[in-house]
């Protein structure tokens, strides 16, 4: 690990300049934020699992490990993960998905489930439509709100 870069708390987003510290007979202490007082990144001693079962649950902290504290050799990896994370619980909080949840459903009815897997890409092209709109929105307010603010600088 780099010593002289710096990091963020994944808790309260405040920098740090190490994530843990490694001594000799292959102990690591983790460190502790200054201004919230938890360990600064838990997700560098975790489990890529719980990373994911974070991520699909949208909570912040694993984002902001994903986007400030490690190197992402090719970003848009990150951004599909993302994409699927979203598209899961879109497709999860269908009302179909929670009415025949029983153990031989597939058996009876496979036909069902792959309905199910079609919902799944559709809620995929819900979720990179509503990205793309979003991302279209912002340019469009900061190519309107961007010239004004300038002015007043
Ligand atoms: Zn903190």
Not at 1 to 28: P, W
Not at 30 to 40: K, N, Q
Not at 71 to 89: E, G, Q, T, V, Y
Not at 113 to 131: Q, T
Request: contains cysteine.
């Amino acid at each position: 690990m780099d010593e002289a870069s710096s990091y963020h708390c994944v808790e309260c987003g405040m920098l740090s300049q190490y994530l843990y510290k490694r001594f000799n007979a292959g102990i690591t202490k983790v460190s502790f934020c200054t201004e919230c007082g938890h360990i600064v990144d838990k997700y560098t001693l975790c489990d890529p699992v719980i990373m994911l079962l974070d991520a699909l649950l949208h909570k912040p902290q694993v984002y902001r490990h994903l986007l400030y504290n490690i190197n992402i050799p090719s970003p848009w990896k990150l951004f599909l993960i993302f994409f699927l994370c979203d598209a899961f619980m879109k497709w999860g909080s269908l009302p179909s998905n929670n009415t025949h949840r029983d153990e031989d459903a597939f058996e009876r009815n496979p036909v069902f489930y792959i309905a199910l897997e079609v919902d799944f890409y559709m809620m995929s092209c819900v979720a990179v439509s509503e990205w793309i709109c979003f991302i279209l929105i912002l340019l469009t307010l900061l190519k309107i709100i961007l010239p004004k603010l300038v002015r007043y600088i």
